[in-house]
Structure formats: C-alpha cells, structure tokens
C-alpha cells in the first residue's frame, strides 16, 4: 500500500487532486531548489508518498505520514508516471485523492470537506486521551 500524510489545511487548497505545482510559490528557498531539481532530473515535481512493505509497515508508513500531517490518505496502488524516490519513498505526479481506499484523520471537523469533495471511502477519526488512541470509523 502507498500512503501519504498531508496537513488538512493544504487539502482544503488543492483538492481533490494535490500536485506540487500548485504551491511551489510558497515554498522556501531551499525547498524550491529541491523542487527544480527534481523537476530537471524527473521532468516533475512527485507528490511523495510512502510504501509499505515487510521491513516497513503499514503503522511505521502511518506514523511517519502523522509526523507531515494530521490527514493520511491510503491507496492500493498508485497511476504512472510514478517513481521510485528511495527505498520506501515513491512519486506520482499527481495524486488523485478520490483513488484512496481509506483516510485516517486527526481532524473531526475533515467528515464534512471529505463529503464535500465526493469522498467514498472509510474514514476513521484518531484521538489520543489519556495514553489511549480512539478510532471512530465514518463511512463516506
């Protein structure tokens, strides 16, 4: 599975398909050579994405994805052009999210914008209380 962590607040400005051209102006400068230099070696700015595999988990790629962001959305398989950035790291030029087979989210208030641009998988709503984590599950 591939799975990507984004902060809801850059979803709400580029949904439902996120693609790092619309907001390479807000980059830093250092970011923004990282970006040329992709776009020079691929052709494209990836949206990055995590694999999971045997020696990287499903939970160590959510955990990871929750440090990006408070929204991590899940696909089975991802469209071409695609790339391998690193051994667990692969990118797509862009990223379809109404492709995702479900989404964990930190934000209870993302069930009404995930409605909103026609989501129709399962969510599920993550809280941590007291050294506990909560899972609500909401269907699109």
């Not at 990223?95 to 995930?114: G, I, M, Q, Y």
Request: with cysteine.
């Amino acid at each position: 599975m591939f799975f990507h962590g984004i902060p809801l607040v850059h979803l709400v400005k580029q949904a439902p398909v996120l693609s790092p051209a619309a907001k390479s102006k807000r980059q830093s400068p250092s970011r923004q050579a990282d970006a040329n230099r992709l776009k020079n070696l691929l052709g494209f700015e990836p949206v990055h994405l995590l694999r999971s595999s045997k020696d990287y988990p499903r939970s160590r790629c959510i955990r990871e994805c929750f440090r990006y962001g408070d929204t991590v959305w899940a696909f089975h398989d991802l469209t071409y052009p695609r790339i391998q950035l690193s051994r667990h790291e692969w990118g797509v030029q862009q990223l379809d999210l109404r492709e995702a087979c479900w989404v964990l989210t930190a934000r209870t208030d993302a069930l009404s914008w995930f409605y909103f641009i026609g989501l129709h998988v399962p969510v599920w709503v993550v809280r941590e209380r007291r050294g506990w984590l909560l899972v609500q599950i909401c269907y699109g």
